[in-house]
């Protein structure tokens, strides 16, 4: 792809809000991204706590710390915090910051839903933790403790903390939305000149694919939890056995949304990193319209396979061997992704910065990720690995591995094009391999324990499982305080640094690269025409 | 020949992005609402 671009003159100072006016009613999507990457940042680390105080608990056998149903709400939020409040939103900057700039349009297509698409963000956060606090002054038993996954009947007799997620998820699914539905109609309605749908670079594509299925889905959990709602307060019984209902409808319309929300969160990565790979590798993309419909296809697939999370709970055998090997048919695509991005580095002239670094990490730990998914895939083995700490590393590799170093690969990629200016490269590197090493030190053991029988979601363990546990817990502490580097290198070059042209790596290609850096208020207010 | 954004254009662009946002925000209320009239 050959672009004919100008670059855009200086534009005269915009008529700012000053302070935090300017943050509450912008409309530029520059802003929005930037307010989405520091909320995303932020619950990361509230995330982060949680799960330290549940690794410190268990860096022993028996009760040391907190009462076993302190530690479920700790587990539960969590999820829920890492999942809707770090993962989604941080993807949801990437997408604000950088699909206009990469399909040449001058913003989103919708600013103002934009700005209130973030906006519903912190009181649903506030919602979601807020019982940890009343708690402390007596009021309430606390927060969610059902796990992440609301399973019914726990859900419909639990306290308050319950009631508090489901407002808190139905307020970051509306968030939600809104931001798929601006994305969908800038990728259809704002590209350039020329911008055809298969010149769309990957990462937007992938974001596509999100959104639709963010749309497909995310009705469907409200639903569930507004029925969840209604079971524990205005007398229905969707999920009371008691009553004529079934608890177990509830795990399938959980995991209709919830196995389609691995790809959310992994879609948008899977994006991004092709372009780095490419860059850095010096070399065009391989296969760039087979990750397109490598894409499509997992996308596809990601909406029938939902059971797979729920082989234990008594089905039918035929929908057990569906369920099996339409799971493992996701692989099949994946397999592609893998092929092209291991083939966009073949024989490139490759350097490790960073982002590379990120990037190569992510495809060896994500790789581990997918075989490990494919054991739990098969219904025989399932049958011993359920509800194992062997599905709780499984799924660390696919969204710890695979979606938060995603995100670090984009961050360290495109933080320079943001700010202006270069990190530091020796942080950055120090960073990605105390990440790398703790990761592993966390999580290979509880692949272990998982092995062994270890049940996930408990407080105390038997003695045999001992060491293992205590390895995992120094592990999740050097990850977790590792990842304040990761913070300390982007304030640092949020507030200067080395000054970096607009083609920030030597090997990068695409419209955004042809902007300044940082870009101008306006994105782009010249058409660029893609030939 | 690169030519600046015109207001008509991005207003065209934008209209059509309202029109298949609302489309795409009524698919979200009927998928939500949709489970109310399903029997068992």
């Known amino acids: ?531 | 020949m690169n030519q600046p954004f015109t207001e008509s254009d991005l207003e065209r662009r934008r209209a059509a992005s309202r029109r298949l946002g609302w489309l795409l925000g009524a698919i979200v209320l009927a998928i939500y609402l949709i489970g109310m009239f399903i029997k068992r």
């Open chain 1, 1 to 531: 792809m050959s672009i004919a671009t100008t670059h855009p003159a200086e534009h005269p100072a915009e008529e700012y809000h000053g302070g935090w006016m300017r943050w509450l009613t912008t409309t530029n999507h520059k802003d929005i991204g930037t307010m989405y990457m520091t909320f995303a940042l932020v619950m990361f680390f509230v995330g982060g706590l949680m799960i330290l105080g549940v690794r410190a608990e268990l860096f022993q056998p028996g009760l040391q710390l907190m009462k076993p149903e302190f530690f479920n709400q700790l587990i539960g939020v969590h999820a829920l915090v890492m999942i809707f409040g770090a993962l989604m939103p941080a993807a949801t900057g990437f997408a604000n910051w950088m699909i206009p700039l990469m399909i040449g349009a001058p913003d989103m297509a919708l600013p103002r839903l934009n700005n209130w698409g973030f906006w519903l963000l912190p009181p649903a956060a506030i919602l979601l933790t807020l019982p940890f606090t009343l708690a402390l002054f007596g009021i309430g038993d606390g927060a969610l403790a059902t796990g992440w996954t609301f399973y019914a009947p726990l859900s419909v007799q639990g306290g308050m903390g319950v009631d508090f997620a489901i407002l808190a998820v139905h307020i970051l699914g509306i968030s939600s939305i809104m931001g798929s539905i601006n994305i969908i109609v800038t990728i259809f309605n704002m590209r350039a000149p020329g911008m055809t749908m298969m010149k769309l670079p990957l990462f937007a594509w992938g974001w596509l694919i999100t959104a639709f299925l963010l749309i497909a889905t995310l009705p469907v959990l409200a639903g569930a939890v507004t029925m969840l709602l209604t079971d524990r307060h205005f007398g229905t019984h969707f999920f009371d056995a008691a009553g004529g209902g079934d608890p177990i409808l509830f795990q399938h319309l959980f995991w209709f949304f919830g196995h389609p929300e691995v790809y959310i969160l992994l879609l948008p990565v899977w994006g991004l990193i092709p372009h780095v790979l490419s860059t850095f590798s010096r070399k065009p993309t391989y296969g760039h319209t087979a990750q397109i419909y490598s894409f499509i296809a997992i996308g596809v697939l990601s909406v029938v396979v939902w059971a797979h999370h729920i082989l234990t709970s008594g089905m039918p055998v035929p929908a057990l061997i569906y369920f099996m090997f339409s799971t493992m048919a996701i692989s099949l695509p994946l397999a592609v992704l893998f092929f092209c991005w291991i083939a966009t580095m073949w024989k490139g002239a490759m350097t490790f910065e960073t982002p590379m670094l990120f990037a190569v990490g992510f495809i060896v730990l994500f790789g581990i990720a997918g075989l490990t998914g494919l054991v739990l895939a098969d219904v025989a083995a399932d049958a011993q690995y359920h509800h194992s700490y062997f599905v709780v590393a499984h799924f660390h590799y696919a969204l710890f591995a695979g979606g938060i170093m995603g995100v670090m690969t984009g961050v360290y990629y495109w933080l320079p094009k943001w700010t202006g200016h270069m990190y530091s490269e020796k942080l950055g590197k120090l960073h990605f391999w105390l990440t790398v090493l703790s990761f592993n030190l966390t999580f290979i053991p509880q692949f272990f324990l998982g092995l062994a029988g270890m049940p996930r979601r408990i407080p105390d363990y038997a003695l045999q499982f001992a060491e293992f546990n205590a390895i995992s817990t120094i592990g999740a502490f050097i990850l977790g305080f590792s990842q304040l580097l990761f913070a300390w290198n982007i304030w640092r070059c949020v507030r200067g640094g080395p000054k970096v042209e607009s083609r920030v790596w030597e090997g990068a290609e695409g419209l955004e690269w042809e902007l300044s850096s940082p870009p101008p208020h306006h994105s782009w207010e010249t058409q660029p025409v893609i030939k």
